[in-house]
């Protein structure tokens, strides 16, 4: 039995963070007090004593008595019932103005978030202006001009608090966007309001739901305020803030007065910002803030190698590519540049590598998935003949997933944890093939056997925590393969698996590649990985390719010293006897490289020659080295 075939294994699940005896304290009482809130707001005339219009001038102004329990106000109106019936309106108020701010705030951080360029930098300047001012100032002008009362108040109360909507749901959107599962879905062409909608939104809605706590606590201070100060509810309608403004006038003769309505917002905001408290503390992802990048020179020179000789089973060409990257408040730098390889049909090209070499952005570059601060600045990629840089989005979108698919390195995080597996590969079959909903699935679990899962129907309705490492690898490359690509690019598929099933996944690769027929771009960092599974091997350093050669040439008889270097310090061709050798140095971060060769700060074979840009040079076999036709350099044990 494989470990394919092996149920995920049973963890005994935890006790959430909220339950702890600490947090239940705070919940419990937060909890009762708002369900009080809400029970006074909805049974307030079957819960009250008297109608809270009801006047009484003889019995004005008294303290607690059983006629009256919490006493009665200038009027004679009892305290209780007023009490009672300015819940109703919290509640209104708190619905109101959070549902508003909401829908405006979260549609347009979503949009502006995902969309970025000129409408992210607009509205966010408008933003910035809005949240510069005091927000009861804010609040008191649009209530100038709308009027006062109740619903007026919430409507400004409602555009004042979009704004901490719009600017969350714009951060978490900046961060989710660059997930990977996001780029799995837009790998597969889901538009950008189907990957909002269906994919980052479900992420998200945790800081939101913490979000609307926040603003419901903050509402329900600002009612009150507006209301004490005359320009929200209008006497004689119960509220707590007009409650406050008549005990004002009365401090001296009956103080009592301004406790029940003080006590009451005091306890109902504490309530709602504690619970808030806790959902930010137990279900909260919270925002990433990336680290400042440092500063780095222009772009380098290079070297323009010789374009590619036409072949007629060419299934993708890449010529010249080159791509930039323009960090947040960096200078533009670049990480791959005069990158060119061809990959014929049915053929796999490994890319390997130190990391920090291009080797992942060469792959997303040519899905279009660069990301934000990212773009391609050079070259061309043809796809089958077709021009992919050239491709409108629309076009771009219809290519992914039809054409040309991708499987990420993780697929823990290449795969949304909000939705079954079976439910990911099936929205690619309705969206990309246009099956129906029966027929997807049926096509679904038909995958899911044939990449080795057992019971496919049942693993088809479990959701992505629920298996293990080598099977959600597995629906990965089911979901990669379920529209038939021309080309598969794969993002070091094994890197997180153990090596037995990192074994059983390359020899799928094979297996779905003679099947399919398919061209296949595999990334690697792991030489031995990419001998078992690779036609031909392409070596990148510091964003160009260095080498290009078949598998068994690249490994009996290496052009380039960095390719001697990589073999002499694979673990299975070493010697045996300590210490493994390395290559001296590190490599140059981008924008920091050298005008000439980028090897050659690391090269024991450096001479004057390679201080000028070096070109790749060949047909069969590509080489980026002056001294390539001299060196004999030591091949792999």
């Known amino acids: 039995m494989t470990s394919a075939s092996l149920p995920a294994q049973t963890t005994r699940k935890s006790r959430p963070a909220w339950m702890t005896p600490s947090t239940l304290a705070v919940v419990i009482p937060s909890v009762l007090v708002l369900a009080a809130l809400v029970i006074c707001a909805l049974f307030a005339q079957w819960l009250a004593p008297y109608d809270p219009l009801d006047q009484d001038l003889i019995a004005s102004l008294q303290g607690p008595s059983p006629a009256h329990w919490l006493g009665t106000d200038d009027l004679g109106r009892d305290v209780l019932s007023r009490l009672i019936y300015g819940s109703?309106?919290?509640?209104?108020?708190?619905?109101?103005?959070?549902?508003?701010?909401?829908?405006?705030?979260?549609?347009?951080?979503?949009?502006?978030?995902?969309?970025?360029?000129?409408?992210?930098?607009?509205?966010?300047?408008?933003?910035?202006?809005?949240?510069?001012?005091?927000?009861?100032?804010?609040?008191?002008v649009i209530i100038a001009i709308l009027g006062t009362g109740l619903h007026r108040a919430m409507f400004a109360l409602g555009?004042?608090?979009?704004?901490?909507?719009?600017?969350l749901a714009r951060s978490v959107v900046l961060t989710e966007r660059e997930e990977v599962y996001a780029k799995s879905a837009r790998v597969i062409g889901a538009s950008p309001t189907r990957i909002l909608v269906r994919h980052i939104f479900l992420n998200i809605a945790p800081p939101l739901i913490v979000q609307v706590t926040l603003t419901v606590g903050a509402v329900l201070l600002a009612e009150a305020g507006l209301s004490f100060i005359g320009i929200g509810v209008q006497p004689p309608q119960a509220s707590w803030g007009t409650m406050l403004n008549t005990a004002a006038s009365y401090m001296e003769l009956n103080p009592f007065l301004a406790v029940p309505p003080g006590l009451a917002i005091v306890a109902t905001v504490l309530a709602v910002n504690l619970l808030g408290d806790v959902l930010r503390d137990s279900i909260g992802r919270g925002i990433r803030v990336p680290a400042a990048p440092s500063t780095a020179p222009a772009r380098v020179r290079t070297a323009p190698s010789r374009p590619l000789a036409p072949r007629a089973d060419d299934m993708l060409r890449v010529e010249g590519l080159e791509v930039m990257v323009s960090p947040k408040g960096g200078t533009e730098v670049p990480v791959v540049t005069d990158m060119s390889f061809r990959i014929a049909r049915g053929e796999t090209l490994?890319?390997?590598?130190?990391?920090?070499?291009?080797?992942?952005?060469?792959g997303l570059a040519l899905m279009g998935l660069i990301g934000a601060g990212g773009r391609i600045t050079g070259g061309r990629v043809t796809l089958d003949g077709t021009d992919l840089l050239g491709l409108s989005k629309a076009g771009l979108e219809k290519v992914r997933g039809n054409d040309v698919a991708m499987v990420f390195q993780d697929p823990t995080t290449s795969l949304n944890p909000a939705y079954t597996v079976g439910n990911q590969i099936s929205e690619v079959l309705r969206v990309k093939q246009g099956l129906s909903r029966r027929a997807?699935?049926?096509?679904?679990?038909?995958?899911?056997?044939?990449?080795?899962?057992?019971?496919?129907?049942?693993?088809a309705r479990a959701y992505p925590h629920e298996l293990?490492?080598?099977?959600?690898?597995?629906?990965?490359?089911?979901?990669?393969?379920s529209c038939g690509p021309k080309l598969l690019i794969a993002d070091e598929p094994t890197t997180a698996l153990d090596v037995t099933v990192?074994?059983?996944?390359?020899?799928?690769?094979?297996?779905?590649?003679?099947?399919?027929?398919?061209?296949?771009?595999?990334v690697t960092h792991d030489l031995a990985v990419a001998a078992d599974v690779c036609d031909r091997i392409a070596?990148?350093?510091?964003?160009?390719?260095?080498?290009?050669?078949?598998v068994d040439d690249l490994f009996a008889n290496p052009r380039h010293p960095y390719t001697s270097g990589l073999l002499s310090a694979m673990p299975h061709g070493a010697s045996g006897t300590p210490p493994l050798p390395v290559i001296p140095g590190s490599?140059?971060?981008?924008?920091?490289?050298?005008e000439g060769c980028r090897f050659a700060a690391r090269c024991p074979h450096v001479t004057e020659a390679c201080a000028a840009p070096v070109p790749l040079t060949g047909d069969a076999r590509l080489i980026r080295c002056v001294r390539a036709d001299e060196l004999v350099l030591e091949a792999a044990q």
């Open 88 to 140: 109703r309106i919290a509640v209104i108020a708190a619905v109101e103005a959070t549902s508003l701010a909401v829908l405006i705030g979260v549609p347009i951080g979503l949009f502006i978030g995902y969309r970025g360029g000129w409408w992210d930098r607009l509205t966010m300047r408008l933003v910035e202006a809005i949240v510069s001012i005091p927000g009861i100032m804010v609040a008191i």
């Open 587 to 594: 490599v140059p971060t981008p924008g920091h490289w050298p």
């Open 539 to 550: 070596v990148m350093y510091c964003g160009e390719i260095v080498e290009t050669a078949p």
């Open 468 to 481: 293990s490492g080598g099977m959600a690898q597995r629906i990965a490359i089911a979901r990669a393969l």
């Open 159 to 167: 555009i004042l608090y979009s704004t901490a909507f719009l600017r």
């Open 350 to 362: 490994g890319l390997v590598g130190e990391s920090g070499s291009g080797k992942t952005v060469t």
């Open 440 to 459: 997807a699935w049926d096509r679904t679990v038909e995958l899911i056997d044939r990449v080795g899962i057992p019971r496919a129907a049942e693993r």
């Open 502 to 522: 990192q074994q059983e996944i390359l020899d799928l690769f094979r297996d779905l590649q003679d099947e399919f027929g398919m061209a296949m771009l595999f």
